[in-house]
């Protein structure tokens, strides 16, 4: 679709998640088409609850760019921090999950 469509997708995924984490925690963009969630205390558990209702909620968003519409999915890895791993381990662990959701089929989240 090109440059200028990432650019309306981001500008429109960027309002999502805004709203989507208000009182839940902090939301980055963590690469080119990667985005790091951050939830505040909250268990993995929860936080799977919410990965998958704001899975859900993009799945169903009808995008429209130049008259063209369009629908996206989201994979997300998931892991619950522990301060014996760190940040960066925690990360990592994280991006292997997003990796393994990728490769067995998109739009889920790898817990």
């Known amino acids: ?3 200028e ?3 309306y997708v981001l ?3 960027a309002w999502l998640f ?7 925690g902090y939301i980055a963009r963590w690469g080119g088409e990667e985005f790091l969630f951050v939830f505040n205390d ?24 130049e008259g063209q ?4 999915t989201m994979t997300f890895g ?13 990360v990592e662990n994280a ?6 959701g990728k490769e067995s089929g998109r739009n889920r989240v790898v817990y």
């Open 42 to 65: 909250k268990n993995a558990d929860d936080a799977y609850i919410s990965l998958e209702e704001l899975r859900y909620q993009i799945a169903k968003k009808l995008f429209s760019y």
């Open 5 to 7: 469509c990432g650019d």
């Open 1 to 3: 679709y090109g440059h």
């Open 78 to 90: 998931l892991e619950e921090f522990s301060a014996q791993a760190g940040i960066d381990l925690t």
């Open 69 to 72: 519409d369009f629908n996206l």
């Open 95 to 100: 991006d292997k999950k997003l990796y393994m």
């Open 11 to 13: 500008k429109e995924l």
């Open 18 to 24: 805004e709203h989507f984490m208000l009182d839940k």
